[in-house]
């Protein structure tokens, strides 16, 4: 009786050890399922819209003249905001020049969001800000045509076209950074479409 006894407890310890190492395990897998925050802000893409500023109203020709945008390019400046409207932007980026900044002042206002300014020749610079303060996110950078090219090569994406020509302004390119693949550029275009100049 005392042996049976004895296989009886024996038994029940058993089963309770086998539940106590089922729960470890499921709770470890259920971890493992279970992502935190940090992992998924790792998955999630960034995305970069990169934009050549409104036109401008006609320069002096000086060194030092930083035009405004012309009524061609405000409206086009409101095209950018309409085109932009239900996007989830976070960050707005443009050159120290009021014409970039004036592109994206429609947006800016839409979104309740301050204009950040960055150095223009700093095409590196610019995308580790990026990279770093907006991974996950939805920003707009507002370049110039001899710029917004090498703006998306510099985020890790192959320029669609050698250059933007003078009187191109309705480029949209839309960069999208994915962790371990490679990253996307789509030419979109907004707004009035550019005429190229008569001969």
Not at 166 to 178: C, E, G, M, N
Request: charged share 20%.
């Amino acid at each position: 009786m005392k042996t049976t006894l004895r296989y009886c407890l024996l038994f029940s310890c058993l089963l309770c050890l086998g539940g106590l190492f089922s729960c470890s395990a499921q709770n470890a897998s259920a971890r493992k399922k279970a992502p935190g925050t940090s992992a998924k802000a790792a998955a999630a893409e960034t995305v970069v819209y990169v934009v050549r500023h409104a036109e401008k109203a006609a320069s002096s020709g000086a060194m030092t003249d930083d035009p405004a945008l012309s009524e061609a390019g405000q409206k086009r400046a409101v095209a950018l905001r309409e085109r932009l409207a239900n996007e989830p932007i976070t960050g707005l980026l443009a050159t120290h020049y009021q014409r970039t900044q004036q592109s994206l002042q429609p947006l800016a206002q839409a979104k309740g969001l301050a204009v950040q300014t960055y150095n223009p020749s700093d095409y590196l610079g610019l995308a580790q800000n990026i990279k770093e303060n907006y991974a996950g996110k939805t920003v707009v950078v507002a370049g110039h045509s001899n710029t917004v090219l090498y703006v998306i090569e510099a985020l890790g994406g192959k320029k669609p076209f050698a250059q933007v020509a003078d009187h191109q302004y309705d480029y949209l390119f839309k960069v999208t950074l994915r962790n371990g693949k490679e990253t996307l550029v789509e030419v979109q275009q907004y707004g009035a479409p550019s005429v190229a100049p008569a001969n």
